[in-house]
């Protein structure tokens, strides 16, 4: 029987927590009493129904941060898994349960290495930093948004940080996410006067505005993107008229709409141009707004080379810079640190049923990670 390592011991506890958002599950204290015996000091920032924590051995600058979510989404339903999914099992060298690619598997990755780096390392340069919340895959507005602002107040520098997001998409190691797209989300109720089908002359039908200002919007180049961001995309999600008869028009729709946007544009270079597009219709409205990202964008420096060697070294890949997919709490976070990047295994089975990942990719996460302590630290 193969000896199970250190690391496979901290990821099976880290997802046998059942931690569905915002719940932690008594993950955060699992971590606290895996690292105390480091040095560590503990900081505990618990907001509303949310569990935060902040750990930090050292003083000293560089400040580099390892920063996750130990919060998961719901595992639906249990009937469709293979396993159970708060009961980790291995299976083929396969590693399953909820949070087993997001993101439980990074943070179990950046404890060993942690572990391994100070054992060996006990007098190293600088400070290693874990920023860990249970509001990320929820609404984010108890968790690093929030801890990142008491950073601000207290003059808590990062210089470094890399959050553990599942990145990798076609094999391990590919890609390193050095920045992401803005999201900006608008709810807009096209009001038109309900009537008669038979008589529309004595109605206006607010679906046919919504006809053509969908037209307009799908014709309009928002921009060009740029060396890191694809183009800005539009995409509408929900279209709904109120409840009428089939032989009535209806008196107003509901446009729920999404743009994922680059850094060529501003919140307000958008809403300024759907105000355009929406005088071109003719159409009375109401409009109302949701940004939930801005873009960001860590230009390639220290962290990227140094990260990239790294992955270069263990697995042999050239990993490529990329902007793309959906948000994480680095959005809060680059706004503070000096540099910014999220790196972690294979994105392909998150938050799915039977959700993994290889142990040999968790192993080679676990040495990356060691070996960026190494080159920052030493």
């Given at each position: 029987?193969?000896?199970?390592?250190?690391?496979?011991?901290?990821?099976?506890?880290?997802?046998?927590?059942?931690?569905?958002?915002?719940?932690?599950?008594?993950?955060?204290?699992?971590?606290?009493?895996?690292?105390?015996?480091?040095?560590?000091?503990?900081?505990?920032?618990?907001?509303?129904?949310?569990?935060?924590?902040?750990?930090?051995?050292?003083?000293?600058?560089?400040?580099?941060?390892?920063?996750?979510?130990?919060?998961?989404?719901?595992?639906?339903?249990?009937?469709?898994?293979?396993?159970?999914?708060?009961?980790?099992?291995?299976?083929?060298?396969i590693?399953?349960?909820?949070?087993?690619?997001?993101?439980?598997?990074?943070?179990?990755?950046?404890?060993?290495?942690?572990?391994?780096?100070?054992?060996?390392?006990?007098?190293h340069?600088?400070?290693?930093?874990f920023?860990?919340?249970?509001?990320?895959?929820?609404?984010?507005?108890?968790?690093?948004?929030?801890?990142?602002?008491?950073?601000?107040?207290?003059?808590?520098?990062?210089?470094?940080?890399?959050?553990?997001?599942?990145?990798?998409?076609?094999?391990?190691?590919?890609?390193?996410?050095?920045?992401?797209?803005?999201?900006?989300?608008?709810?807009?109720?096209?009001i038109?006067?309900?009537?008669?089908?038979?008589?529309?002359d004595?109605?206006?039908?607010?679906?046919?505005?919504?006809?053509?200002?969908?037209?307009?919007?799908?014709?309009?180049?928002?921009?060009?993107?740029?060396?890191?961001?694809?183009?800005?995309?539009?995409?509408?999600?929900?279209?709904?008229?109120?409840?009428?008869?089939?032989?009535?028009?209806?008196?107003?729709?509901?446009?729920?709409?999404?743009?994922?946007?680059?850094?060529?544009?501003?919140?307000?270079?958008?809403?300024?141009?759907?105000?355009?597009?929406?005088?071109?219709?003719?159409?009375?409205?109401?409009?109302?707004?949701?940004?939930?990202?801005?873009?960001?964008?860590?230009?390639?420096?220290?962290?990227?080379?140094i990260?990239?060697?790294?992955?270069?070294?263990?697995?042999?890949?050239?990993?490529?810079?990329?902007?793309?997919?959906?948000?994480?709490?680095?959005?809060?976070?680059?706004q503070?640190?000096k540099?910014?990047?999220?790196?972690?295994?294979?994105?392909?089975?998150?938050?799915?049923?039977?959700?993994?990942?290889?142990?040999?990719?968790?192993?080679?996460?676990?040495?990356?990670?060691?070996?960026?302590?190494?080159?920052?630290?030493?």
């Open positions: 029987m193969n000896n199970i390592s250190n690391l496979e011991i901290i990821a099976k506890n880290l997802i046998g927590r059942e931690s569905i958002t915002p719940k932690d599950g008594g993950c955060q204290e699992y971590i606290k009493n895996e690292l105390l015996d480091y040095k560590f000091k503990c900081e505990n920032i618990d907001l509303e129904d949310v569990k935060n924590i902040w750990l930090r051995k050292g003083s000293k600058e560089p400040l580099l941060v390892f920063a996750g979510h130990t919060d998961v989404v719901p595992p639906g339903n249990l009937d469709e898994w293979n396993t159970d999914p708060f009961k980790p099992e291995v299976k083929n060298n590693l399953y349960g909820r949070g087993a690619s997001d993101m439980k598997s990074s943070i179990a990755s950046m404890i060993s290495a942690t572990q391994r780096f100070v054992k060996n390392n006990p007098n340069k600088g400070s290693i930093g920023l860990l919340t249970s509001d990320e895959e929820g609404p984010a507005k108890y968790g690093t948004r929030k801890v990142i602002e008491k950073f601000k107040k207290e003059n808590t520098n990062i210089d470094y940080c890399i959050v553990g997001e599942p990145t990798s998409s076609n094999k391990f190691g590919d890609t390193i996410k050095n920045g992401r797209r803005g999201s900006l989300t608008g709810y807009l109720k096209v038109g006067i309900q009537g008669h089908i038979a008589y529309p004595l109605a206006k039908n607010p679906i046919h505005c919504t006809g053509l200002l969908i037209n307009e919007l799908n014709n309009y180049s928002w921009d060009n993107g740029n060396k890191y961001f694809p183009k800005t995309s539009f995409q509408i999600s929900s279209i709904k008229s109120d409840e009428v008869a089939s032989n009535m028009i209806p008196g107003s729709t509901d446009i729920v709409f999404n743009l994922r946007f680059s850094n060529e544009l501003t919140q307000d270079d958008i809403k300024n141009k759907f105000e355009e597009l929406l005088s071109k219709i003719n159409c009375k409205y109401e409009i109302s707004w949701n940004c939930s990202a801005e873009p960001f964008i860590t230009n390639e420096g220290e962290l990227t080379r990260l990239q060697k790294a992955i270069k070294d263990t697995v042999g890949i050239d990993s490529s810079l990329s902007t793309s997919g959906g948000t994480s709490d680095a959005r809060f976070i680059s503070h640190a540099e910014t990047v999220e790196f972690g295994p294979l994105n392909k089975t998150a938050h799915k049923v039977n959700e993994s990942i290889d142990l040999n990719d968790l192993n080679n996460l676990e040495k990356i990670y060691y070996a960026t302590l190494c080159e920052i630290l030493l």
